[in-house]
């Protein structure tokens, strides 16, 4: 992986691309964007999820799964 700011490296994601990256559907990409669990911004109106956003929740998945 390469480091933050390199050319080419993508920083956001449409929901189309985070349902790919999660194996997730639509529908809960969403609810987890109105549940406060996956962090989102928007330009226009366009949703879009930040890289960073991504590896926090898989991070927080992993959290639970420890506490499960």
Same mark, same amino acid.
């Given at each position: 992986m390469t480091a933050p700011g390199q $050319?080419?490296?993508?920083?956001?994601y449409? %929901?189309?691309? =985070? *349902?790919?990256?999660l +194996? *997730?559907?639509r529908s809960v990409i969403y609810e987890? %964007?109105? =549940?406060g669990c996956l962090r989102s911004v928007?330009?226009?109106r366009t $949703?879009? %999820?930040p890289a960073s956003a991504i +590896?926090?929740?898989i991070d927080l998945l992993e959290q639970e799964a420890r506490a499960a």
């Open positions: $050319p080419g490296e993508r920083r956001l449409r %929901i189309c691309d =985070a *349902m790919h990256l +194996s *997730m559907s987890q %964007i109105r =549940a928007t330009q226009g $949703p879009l %999820i +590896s926090d929740y």
